[in-house]
């Protein structure tokens, strides 16, 4: 796991930042830990080990943009390998002591945000991304049919419109306008004929 999955083995050097979770139990031991570094090939990694045996955690990854000090997220594809309890739990019975299961890593290609919640928190995910500069705008995909694009109009959209990220008013009648860009010139038009 460490060196095919976290690691770039025999790749080259490899640069560790610092990073940490806030996910505790009640006397305050940390249930999460976390290890990032930046491959050779300039990806990122994430390594993030659940210490507890009985609860899956929830994890929101967060980096801070050395220059700007803006917390930023990934963009693109994002692919989250497990290797949980479904895929290897050692028994240890002493000389006869085996792993069951014994199964590989799974991985699975993340192709972009998922928000989910109430309206004003589907607009607080997508106010981060906005604001810390990870995108500069939003494709939505439905969920569910009918109501999902109902949904987002009815309870995000609002929310949006409030704290002054989306527009209350269009500017123009046509998408060029809103675009903000000038009508090309028609090229097809010819200035006289010739012969």
Same mark, same amino acid.
């Given at each position: 796991?460490?060196?095919?999955?976290? !690691?770039?083995?025999?790749?080259?050097?490899?640069?560790?930042?610092?990073?940490?979770?806030?996910?505790?139990?009640?006397?305050?031991?940390?249930?999460?830990?976390?290890?990032?570094?930046?491959?050779?090939?300039?990806?990122?990694?994430?390594?993030?080990?659940?210490?507890?045996?009985?609860?899956?955690?929830?994890?929101?990854?967060?980096?801070?943009?050395?220059?700007?000090?803006?917390?930023?997220?990934?963009?693109?594809?994002?692919?989250?390998?497990?290797?949980?309890?479904?895929?290897?739990?050692?028994?240890?019975?002493?000389?006869?002591?085996?792993?069951?299961?014994?199964?590989?890593?799974?991985?699975?290609?993340?192709?972009?945000?998922?928000?989910?919640?109430?309206?004003?928190?589907?607009?607080?995910?997508?106010?981060?991304?906005?604001?810390?500069?990870?995108?500069?705008?939003?494709?939505?995909?439905?969920?569910?049919?009918?109501?999902?694009?109902?949904?987002?109009?009815?309870?995000?959209?609002?929310?949006?419109?409030?704290?002054? !990220?989306?527009?209350?008013?269009?500017?123009?009648?046509?998408?060029?306008?809103?675009?903000? !860009?000038?009508?090309?010139?028609?090229?097809?038009?010819?200035?006289?004929?010739?012969?």
């Amino acid at each position: 796991m460490l060196n095919l999955e976290w !690691l770039q083995h025999r790749a080259g050097a490899h640069q560790m930042f610092p990073s940490s979770t806030d996910i505790k139990d009640a006397a305050g031991n940390l249930l999460v830990t976390s290890y990032a570094v930046r491959r050779p090939d300039g990806t990122w990694s994430v390594m993030l080990v659940n210490r507890d045996e009985n609860n899956p955690h929830t994890v929101r990854v967060v980096f801070e943009d050395s220059r700007s000090k803006r917390p930023v997220s990934f963009a693109g594809p994002v692919t989250l390998v497990s290797f949980g309890s479904e895929q290897y739990v050692w028994i240890n019975d002493g000389p006869n002591s085996h792993p069951d299961p014994d199964h590989p890593p799974v991985a699975t290609l993340l192709q972009g945000p998922r928000f989910v919640g109430t309206g004003e928190q589907v607009a607080d995910q997508m106010a981060d991304w906005f604001e810390g500069g990870a995108c500069d705008g939003f494709v939505l995909a439905a969920t569910h049919l009918p109501g999902a694009f109902e949904d987002v109009v009815r309870m995000v959209v609002p929310e949006l419109q409030r704290r002054g !990220l989306f527009r209350t008013e269009y500017e123009s009648s046509t998408l060029r306008g809103h675009l903000g !860009l000038q009508r090309p010139s028609n090229t097809r038009v010819f200035a006289g004929a010739h012969a």
